[in-house]
């Protein structure tokens, strides 16, 4: 299906539309283009995903992880049934921004930070109502799908077909959790159908790949199996015996959003050599995020109470 696409006269307009973005760009705009991706990356999705659930609404944030974690799937299982090459495979002579070449890992179709960042501005934008809060998203989120164009590492195909991805999979979000109830009990078995699905996708990756997969791809599919598990664990365990109350005052809750990420960010750091010293197997990328996500919802915020009088006493 892939060499059908990528073979085809279409695909080379695609091609040929990067080429002319790429004749206009500068140092400057480099710059400006690499900071424009970043609003949908891991770290943009975990700065206010984490603000949302510990600091805003619970049950919102809730919503808001699931929809990435459904999202996630949705995209990667595109990418394994497409796989579809990146624009610089595809044209060996074609030039990106080098800088953007790390993040880029795996099939190009569809683009995944596109995706995130229907799913994190678009929800934020459904969850205030306002007609500035849907301009802003809608601003944000079509600057991050250029950024990606604009660096080479994404055609038009596979930006176009992430916004309707993402607004299909915030939509089936929204009116999954408004038929079955916002508490944590149903997202906690909403999470699980994920992980399970990423589960399945990790051994058809596998299987259509004849055990050769390729690597960064099932990295991903790791990574994200991983952090739906954990998003489930961490809920079941949240409900029964911690229970969190997102109340504090103003500078408590700057304090639980800062303290958290970095001890989230200091777990990510620490367990990828520890947990390499056991195996190169994409397994450790899942138990990385796995302890990530159970930490984020189920642990962490066992100290929130604590914190909360602080602000009373002060």
């Known amino acids: 299906m892939s060499d ?33 991706t970043a609003l949908g990356e891991e770290m943009a999705f975990m700065l206010i995903g984490m603000i949302l659930l510990w600091c ?7 919503r808001f992880l699931f929809a990435y974690a459904a999202g996630s799937f949705l995209n990667q299982l595109l990418k394994a049934i497409f796989m579809i090459p990146r624009p610089w495979n595809v044209d060996p ?30 929800g934020l934008a459904r969850r205030i109502r306002k007609g500035w809060a849907y301009i802003l998203a809608a601003a944000l989120i079509l600057l991050c799908g250029f950024s990606r164009m604009y660096l080479g590492v994404h055609t038009l195909l596979d930006v176009g077909v992430s916004l ?20 944590a009990g149903a997202y906690a078995a909403a999470s699980g159908i ?44 949240e409900r029964a015996f911690v229970k969190f109350d997102t109340r504090a005052v103003w500078w408590v809750q700057i304090i639980k959003v800062v303290l958290g990420l970095i001890i989230l960010l200091a777990l990510r750091m620490a367990l990828k050599p520890l947990l390499g010293l056991i195996s190169g197997s994409p397994l450790m990328d899942s138990a990385r995020y796995f302890v990530m996500s159970f930490v984020a919802i189920a642990v962490y915020p066992r100290l929130f109470k604590y914190l909360a009088r602080l602000g009373r006493k002060a």
């Not at 696409?5 to 307009?13: A, P, Y």
């Not at 695609?14 to 140092?27: E, H, K, N, Q, S």
């Not at 309707?164 to 508490?183: H, K, P, Q, Y």
């Open 56 to 62: 805003v609404d619970k049950k919102f944030g809730y």
């Open 93 to 122: 002579d074609f030039k990106i921004v080098e800088s953007a070449r790390e993040g880029a890992s795996g099939w190009s179709f569809p683009s995944g930070h596109t995706q995130a960042a229907v799913l994190m501005y678009g």
């Open 194 to 237: 994920v992980a399970a699905l990423f589960l399945g996708l990790i051994i058809y990756i596998l299987v259509s790949a004849d055990g050769a997969p390729e690597a960064s791809q099932l990295k991903d599919a790791a990574v994200l199996f991983g952090t739906a598990f954990g998003l489930f664990a961490g809920s079941v365990v």
């Open 164 to 183: 309707i991805t993402g607004v299909l999979v915030l939509w089936l979000c929204e009116a999954l959790f408004n038929r079955i109830g916002d508490g």
């Open 4 to 36: 059908a696409i990528v073979n085809s006269g279409f695909f080379d307009r695609l091609m040929d539309m990067l080429r002319a973005i790429a004749g206009v760009r500068t140092p400057f705009l480099n710059g400006v283009m690499s900071g424009a």
